[in-house]
């Protein structure tokens, strides 16, 4: 169990920058994951912590060590592979003891070793098959077995579940994150997937084109989007650029046409003045029909464009003007086309963002 | 600049930098400084650097001939009637312009042949297509200097043809005798259409058919579709296969040999890589006794194969040969026929199948009868197979060959495995170059190599271990892991192609070094196309030719099969007879037969592979 830090990496190929400045500290056992489109650099990084990539400039540690330069087979990490990398010519039992091998325990270590291990990930009695006859699903564990049974000081994983099917994902998830909690383990994990990176993250880094957009806590970088591209990356919202009227304190009204919307800063340290231009992140999950104190949210009333049916809400488009918001609303609630409708949504729920080097996150 | 020093520190591990040694280490001392030496030595004249010995060569007359005799058919009257003489006292341009013209022409022909059959093989569907599929590719099974010996005794003016056509059936008014270079260029057409073949046939059935179905669609159909669509797309892979026919009819000497064999003396002769390996074989007893203009010649002909060979590489990667092809990833167009289409498909089928394969048959029935002695075989007998065993200098040159072609498979593998690693694994400069020697040795004539190890070992190894005239069997070990190294080092190299990077990754992840990532993960994974590359090499190794009998001139204890083979069809040594050579044919094509078959079962795949 280690402290990971990166100081100031970056890394090229040939005009690509694939990995662009980035300075991180990841904790002591933290469950820390980087998230983004794919093409980001979230793969390069995890291998440049692992040694297979050498940045061209910045520092890595391992708690106080620098192992910048030290090869990847030094660097005790348990890597699982985006294609997991089994070796086919080898059983089970063969490609999970390979680490052990390499690291000269005895035979009946191995053996223990291994067993505990495929307990662990639940794949007692697969020890002689060959990868070849395994389901996607037993091959995954068995590189995470193969990754885990070293006992490595930190354990990367390259969208392990990106292979498997929907329901098989969703099961391996909630088991990795227990494994982990078990383990204690300090944990790099790389997904391109919103959804997984806020369930099973202690932490997330939101990357675009090699830089770390935002880095926080899931609640942290799901409420408090501190820019255009986490907000837009992080699920769907509406995007309404406007004016700013009023900074009243913590709160910053912006104006489109006739309508307000009042909303907050995501940081302390941003700063808005009158007039600038500015974006408020609306998120339709966080909208109500009715609500509690109506005067600490914005009300909008306007007319129902179209429904849709998801499932286990309805959304609506509200057009209000020359803008539309999307607002979701209970399964019940099904207003007919072109009728009146009021929503509210509390301020502390509207982000508002400078419009400035704002770029809107193109993928998903 | 500092970051790329430590990039390279990082990448020399250990094994790199072993592998790094043996590679260059033997392309060094066994392909580039012999070839180098002798290249200079042909520059140098009187100790200066001078064009002499190319400007003696030109003004002598016979390089090129002023007059070129261009009239090539006569019709002679003798007493046993009148006989079409093709070829010999014409055509004949001189040495340089008749290689040229041998080759350009041997290139076009076996090209039209190996396109027209490629393209009827992979895209109709009639009866018998298996039976033609095996038969089109006997030509590769190498039978050197037999296979036109055979053309000899078929073509003669007692030969085969005419005691058929003329003596018996009479359909013929008068004898046909084929000699010269027309005869080198029919004997080297059919043994190297199967090269073009081969390239076509996997590219036409690579082409993925949605893209002819699309032409179709826009209104292209038959020859149209063909010339649009198809030709272009296979264009490369048949350009490859041309070139490479070029440079292996220019670097031949089994067809001269064989033809010298069996007519005696004549135009034949006169090309570029007989002419120097005649030079030598005079030459016998000191390397002074051979004329510097000799030297000349081997760059000249030098030259024009690395200019076709890095013509062609800049236009295919010769990367997809001796390569797997991965036949039919999707299902090929194929058509049937129906009576009006089958008839024209049969005819040339049947008499290319026939015309390329009666040299192989043709030495199977010299080994077992006692057709090398009479004008029709006439009895069975095993006593030629027997002699392989019982003739103490048959068997010997059958162990040299096998001891030299062992010794030579196991450096191939060492070196061809280590290029390949290197050029498809590390990041270092000069891995280009690495590349393109372990391919190279593909375009650089035999004879070329025999010369610049003679000249070189000669020079400065005298008296040691590598002195050609006292060890010649030594420097053959060498040349055949130099010349044959390209099957090894490109099936390998398509093995570590198909291995995904991650999976070493990943042995490195867990703690092993590169060493032991080699071993354990990479090697392992490839070990089929390891076996099947060295078997290949093994018996291509075994039928080598121009190193084998230009060098064991000087020490004939040392001869491997080849070189005794060309004894008996060619020298005047009554070492043996025709029919031995026949046997040792008949040996050299169970070899290939089964080692094909044993890499094609292991690799579970069509392996294309390079005959000579
Ligand atoms: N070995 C490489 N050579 C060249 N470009 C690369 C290499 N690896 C990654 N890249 C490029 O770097 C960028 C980041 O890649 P990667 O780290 O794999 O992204 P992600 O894992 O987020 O999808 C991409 O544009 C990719 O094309
Ligand atoms: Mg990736």
């Known amino acids: ?364 | 600049m500092n970051l790329n020093i430590k990039l390279i520190k990082r990448e020399l591990d250990p094994l790199t930098v072993t592998q790094l040694i043996i590679v260059g280490l033997i392309l060094g001392a066994f392909l580039v400084l012999p070839v180098s030496f002798m290249i200079l030595r042909a520059f140098f004249h009187k100790g200066s650097l001078s064009l002499y010995y190319f400007e003696s060569l030109v003004a002598g007359g016979d390089f090129i001939k002023t007059k070129p005799e261009t009239s090539w058919i006569e019709l002679v009257r003798t007493p046993q009637g009148e006989i079409l003489i093709i070829g010999r006292k014409g055509p004949d341009f001189g040495i340089f312009l008749n290689t040229l013209f041998v080759s350009t022409m041997v290139m076009i022909f076996a090209t039209t042949l190996g396109v027209l059959a490629a393209f009827i093989m992979a895209r109709y569907e009639f009866p018998g297509k298996n039976f033609f599929k095996v038969i089109l590719l006997i030509p590769m099974l190498a039978t050197p200097f037999v296979n036109a010996f055979v053309l000899g005794k078929v073509l003669a003016v007692n030969g085969l043809v005419n005691y058929l056509l003329y003596e018996t059936l009479k359909i013929l008014p008068f004898k046909i005798w084929v000699t010269g270079l027309p005869a080198l260029i029919l004997i080297q057409t059919l043994s190297l259409y199967p090269i073009v073949y081969l390239n076509a046939y996997s590219s036409f059935i690579n082409i993925d058919p949605s893209l002819e179905e699309q032409a179709e669609n826009l209104g292209a159909k038959g020859l149209k579709l063909f010339l649009t669509i198809t030709l272009p797309l296979a264009l490369p892979g048949i350009s490859a296969g041309a070139a490479l026919v070029f440079i292996f009819s220019m670097e031949d000497l089994g067809a001269p040999i064989g033809l010298s064999g069996a007519f005696g003396s004549g135009l034949h002769e006169k090309i570029l890589s007989f002419r120097i390996y005649d030079e030598f074989r005079k030459g016998i007893g000191s390397i002074e006794q051979v004329h510097a203009s000799t030297y000349a010649m081997a760059v000249v002909m030098l030259i024009i194969a690395l200019a076709i060979f890095l013509l062609i590489k800049k236009y295919v990667t010769l990367k997809s040969y001796a390569m797997l092809s991965k036949g039919g990833r999707w299902k090929p167009r194929v058509r049937r026929l129906g009576v009006k289409g089958l008839v024209p498909i049969y005819v040339f089928l049947i008499i290319l199948a026939l015309s390329a394969s009666f040299p192989q048959f043709g030495v199977v029935v010299l080994a077992f009868t006692d057709w090398a002695m009479s004008k029709l075989p006439s009895k069975v007998t095993l006593e030629h197979i027997s002699a392989l065993l019982v003739n103490r200098e048959v068997f010997r040159a059958i162990l040299n060959s096998l001891i030299y072609s062992s010794v030579a498979t196991l450096i191939m593998l060492l070196v061809g495995t280590s290029a390949a690693y290197v050029v498809a694994r590390r990041k270092i400069p000069g891995r280009d170059l690495i590349d393109a020697l372990s391919t190279l040795p593909i375009a650089i004539p035999g004879i070329i190599v025999a010369v610049g190890y003679l000249l070189f070992f000669a020079t400065y190894f005298s008296q040691t271990p590598l002195d050609p005239f006292f060890n010649p069997g030594l420097l053959l070990i060498f040349s055949y892991s130099v010349r044959r190294l390209p099957f090894t080092a490109r099936t390998v190299f398509a093995g570590f192609q198909q291995v995904h990077e991650s999976l070493e990754e990943a042995a490195l992840n867990l703690g092993a070094d590169r060493a032991k990532v080699f071993f354990t993960i990479a090697l392992p994974l490839i070990i089929s196309n390891v076996i099947s590359g060295g078997i290949l090499s093994f018996v291509y190794s075994m039928n080598e030719v121009s190193t084998s009998i230009t060098l064991s001139n000087l020490n004939p204890n040392q001869g491997p099969i080849t070189f005794y083979m060309s004894q008996v069809i060619y020298a005047s040594a009554a070492v043996g007879t025709v029919s031995v050579a026949a046997a040792l044919g008949v040996l050299l094509i169970v070899a290939q037969i089964l080692a094909i078959s044993v890499s094609n079962y292991i690799l579970k795949q069509r392996v294309a592979f390079l005959g000579v």
Request: charged share 30%; aromatic share 8%; glycine share 6%.
């Open chain 1, 1 to 364: 169990m280690v402290v990971v830090r990166l100081k100031n990496v970056s890394k090229r190929f040939g005009k690509v920058v694939a990995v662009d400045d980035v300075t991180l500290e990841i904790k002591e056992g933290e469950f820390f994951t980087f998230l983004g489109p794919s093409g980001c650099g979230k793969t390069t990084t995890l291998r440049i912590i692992a040694g297979l990539e050498y940045p061209d400039k910045g520092r890595i540690f391992f708690d106080d060590e620098d192992v910048t330069d030290v090869p990847p087979y030094k660097r005790n990490t348990g890597m699982v592979f985006q294609n997991y990398a089994l070796w086919p010519h080898m059983t089970v039992f063969e490609n999970i003891s390979y680490g052990l091998k390499i690291r000269g325990y005895s035979k009946h270590e191995i053996k223990k070793k291994v067993d505990e291990v495929l307990e662990l990930v639940q794949l007692k009695g697969l020890e002689n098959r060959y990868p070849t006859q395994l389901s996607g699903g037993q091959q995954q564990r068995v590189a995470l077995a193969r990754a885990l049974v070293i006992e490595p000081k930190v354990l990367l994983l390259d969208e392990p579940l990106s292979n498997l099917d929907a329901r098989l994902r969703v099961e391996m998830r909630e088991e990795l994150k227990r494994l982990q909690k078990e383990l204690k383990i300090t944990t790099i994990y790389v997904t391109h997937d919103q959804e997984e990176a806020l369930v099973i993250s202690d932490r997330i880094a939101v990357m675009r084109q090699g830089r770390i957009m935002q880095v926080g806590e899931p609640d942290e970088v799901y409420r408090r989007p501190k820019n255009l591209f986490v907000a837009t990356f992080l699920g769907r919202c509406s995007l309404i650029e406007g004016k700013v009227v009023d900074v009243d304190k913590d709160l910053v009204t912006i104006a489109i046409d006739h309508i307000r919307i009042k909303g907050v800063l995501p940081d302390k340290d941003m700063k808005l003045r009158k007039g600038e231009e500015a974006y408020a992140v609306l998120k339709p999950e966080d909208f109500a029909l009715r609500i509690d104190d109506p005067s600490k949210a914005n009300e909008f009333t306007g007319t129902v464009e179209w429904l849709f049916f998801v499932g286990p809400f309805n959304q609506i488009r509200l057009g209000l003007g020359r803008i539309s918001i999307l607002v979701n609303v209970e399964p019940w609630f099904t207003p007919s086309l072109k009728s009146k409708v009021t929503v509210y949504i509390p301020y502390e729920y509207v982000i508002i963002l400078p419009k400035k080097e704002q770029e809107v996150c193109q993928e998903t």
